[in-house]
């Protein structure tokens, strides 16, 4: 959709080069006789660099619509990630390569919300904290330590984990997805 | 443009200090052209015709326009005789919304018989020094961390020499302007010093369509602008007093805006027919909400007007 670059605003998502773009700050120049210059902070939605670009009045861009969906992790296949929208049952697919470390965090049925632009996903926003088991505890070759993130294990992911040396096989930990760092063992595992 | 997370109440209390030394301000800018014995008018916000210039965009009321500028109506009291004019008026860009900038804003324009651009950059000069002693500033304004000397004389430099020292190029003799804004913004304002205030003299012919030329240089306008802190606060002419001249100019004007707005701007006969009377005269317009700002130790036009445009 064509739209006059006067009406893009701060959280605009534009589409320049098929890549989709939020908005981050719009700054308004104008010398009192001459022509507007629009100054846009702009954040690649699906690896989020930024980079500014300047715009004078009159210019026509591309702005999408972008909404967020929650849905339902299923699994992955040949580097594709595939997602369920809850109310609709309709699947989604995103690349391993926009997911990025995110991948680490996911298990069958953890519930994310997708960013969507039509029915294209861009990225998924993870819960703040998910609970994974471990699969595989190395053994500790040295005695708890001031520092508790003694030992690695291995979670249900595949992935690798610095966690105290109390963590066991079988055990379920708490983990922050925003620092990637264990949180607690839950104890009580239903 | 505001913070999302204060109610309209504390912004009100917060920007209290902005209203109070505005209406400050507007008592002693009057008493500055009073005592001088300039006479103050007022004209139509909502005009029949205003001046066709292609990056003024107005608003629409029915069949007439909002005030984009009292300038033709000024000039039109001028040619009946009335030789020192002032008006502090509200005036309506369409599209015109930023940090610095708000649709709806507040003009100070004023005009002298028998005078030109640079007597009226004296008077603003003269203006800037008085409202600063009347509000116990002296000549030292504290803005944005800086303090601005506004001791005279103020820094003078012309178009033609910051455009080739900062954008590498002239835009005197250059054929295309399209550039012109964009390197003015991004790369001749930013050079401006923050501590002093620079006046930016005589533009291109083409950048100035209410304004005469150089006699001894007709490629260059007689205009004048003041920048204060980064803000531009105010443009000035030697105003065009030649009818044929003046219609030739409003007619390429008209034409661009038919071709990039596509719409039909009204020839302003009325004008154009007083313009036979306008004696040789200087005139200026600057912006009150910024004056304001630069007083108020605040970039954000939102901190001096009650209501700005959410």
């Known amino acids: ?67 967020s969906q929650e849905m339902q992790y299923l699994y992955n296949q040949d580097q594709h990630y595939v997602f369920m929208n809850t109310e609709t049952f309709e699947q989604t697919l995103l690349e391993e390569s926009i997911l990025g470390n995110k991948k680490n965090f996911l ?20 819960p703040n904290f998910v609970e994974l088991k471990v699969v595989e505890s190395a053994v500790s070759n040295k005695t708890d330590t001031v520092t508790n993130q003694a030992k690695m294990v291995v979670l249900e992911t595949g992935v690798n984990l610095g966690v105290p040396t109390f963590i066991k096989e079988g055990d379920i930990l708490k983990i922050d997805t925003r620092s990637g760092a264990y949180v607690e063992r839950i104890t009580a595992k239903k | 443009m505001t913070n999302a997370d204060e109610t309209e109440r504390q912004r009100l209390a917060r920007i209290r200090m902005g209203l109070e030394r505005r209406a400050h301000i507007y008592r002693i800018v009057r008493s500055f052209f009073c005592d001088q014995g300039f006479l103050e008018v007022e004209t139509p916000i909502r005009a029949s015709t205003i001046a066709p210039e292609l990056y003024i965009e107005p608003f629409q009321s029915e069949a007439y326009l909002l005030s984009t500028s009292p300038e033709l109506y000024m000039k039109r009291l001028l040619s009946a005789g009335y030789e020192k004019l002032f008006q502090i008026s509200h005036c309506f860009r369409k599209d015109e919304r930023g940090k610095q900038h708000n649709p709806e804003f507040i003009l100070l324009e004023w005009y002298r018989s028998g005078s030109d651009y640079m007597q009226m950059i004296n008077d603003t000069q003269q203006l800037v020094l008085h409202i600063a002693d009347k509000l116990h500033f002296g000549a030292q304004i504290p803005y944005q961390g800086q303090t601005i000397d506004i001791n005279l004389p103020w820094l003078k430099v012309t178009v033609r020499e910051a455009f080739i020292k900062h954008a590498g190029w002239d835009p005197i003799t250059a054929g295309d302007l399209s550039e012109f804004d964009i390197d003015l913004v991004t790369k001749i304002m930013p050079t401006f010093p923050r501590n002093r205030p620079v006046i930016l003299m005589d533009y291109p012919a083409p950048m100035a369509s209410l304004a005469r030329l150089n006699p001894l240089n007709p490629l260059v306008a007689e205009r004048a602008e003041v920048f204060i802190g980064g803000m531009e606060l105010a443009n000035a002419f030697s105003e065009l007093t030649d009818p044929y001249q003046q219609r030739k100019r409003f007619q390429y004007e008209i034409a661009q805006i038919k071709k990039e707005r596509n719409y039909n701007h009204t020839m302003p006969e009325k004008f154009l027919d007083s313009l036979a009377y306008l004696p040789p005269c200087g005139g200026i ?12 130790d605040t970039n954000v036009i939102d901190d001096v007007v009650a209501f700005p445009e959410a």
């Open chain 1, 1 to 67: 959709m064509a739209t006059d670059i006067a009406d893009i605003r701060k959280n605009s998502k534009l589409l320049i080069n098929e890549i989709p773009y939020n908005v981050d700050d719009a700054e308004f120049m104008k010398p009192g006789k001459g022509r507007a210059i629009y100054r846009f902070k702009l954040r690649n939605l699906q690896d989020g660099s930024t980079f500014e670009r300047t715009f004078h009045s009159g210019e026509k861009v591309d702005e999408v619509s972008v909404t």
């Open chain 1, 107 to 126: 298990k069958d049925g953890t519930l994310v919300n997708v960013l969507l632009m039509g029915e294209k996903a861009l990225d998924v926003t993870l």
């Open chain 2, 285 to 296: 317009a600057l912006g009150v909400d910024r004056l304001i700002m630069l007083f108020n």
